[in-house]
């Protein structure tokens, strides 16, 4: 019994954070922040259904595959979300007026590639 409140507690805010990753994506202003927001939503909304799943379901097939779907989830959504990022900055896509700070700007491997295309 408790086990399945607690799983149905999972999916349920692993739901929350799919829905407000999906406001961040239509709300945000550039493609940096909408970036962020979809990263945060796979990574906590997806890994926290998959979780809960796996509290329901328990140690069976059903189970540890979805265990190990929050394990590949962890691993890849940040590298991917990174290598995005980054692929936008170096194909000078802008940001948005009100940033504050650019560290990819200051990035010398930037300046350095930047120089041998040119």
């Known amino acids: ?3 399945e409140t607690i799983g149905m507690a ?16 239509v709300r945000l202003p550039d493609v940096y922040n909408r970036l962020q927001a979809a ?3 796979v990574t906590f909304g997806s890994a ?5 799943t796996f ?14 779907g929050v394990a590949f989830i962890f691993l890849t959504s940040p ?3 990174h290598a995005i990022s980054r692929a936008a900055h170096r194909a000078r896509i802008p940001l948005t007026e009100g940033t504050v700070v650019d560290a ?9 590639n930047t120089v041998i295309k040119k």
Do not use: N, Q
């Not at 990819?104 to 350095?112: A, G, H, Q, T």
């Open 1 to 3: 019994m408790i086990r």
């Open 48 to 52: 926290g259904i998959l979780f809960g």
């Open 104 to 112: 990819y700007e200051d990035d010398e491997e930037l300046k350095v």
């Open 39 to 41: 990263t945060k939503c």
């Open 10 to 25: 999972f999916i349920f805010v692993g739901i929350a954070f799919d829905f407000f990753g999906v406001l961040g994506l």
């Open 79 to 81: 590298v991917a979300a």
């Open 55 to 68: 509290l329901l379901e328990g140690f069976t097939s059903f189970g540890f595959k979805a265990l190990l």
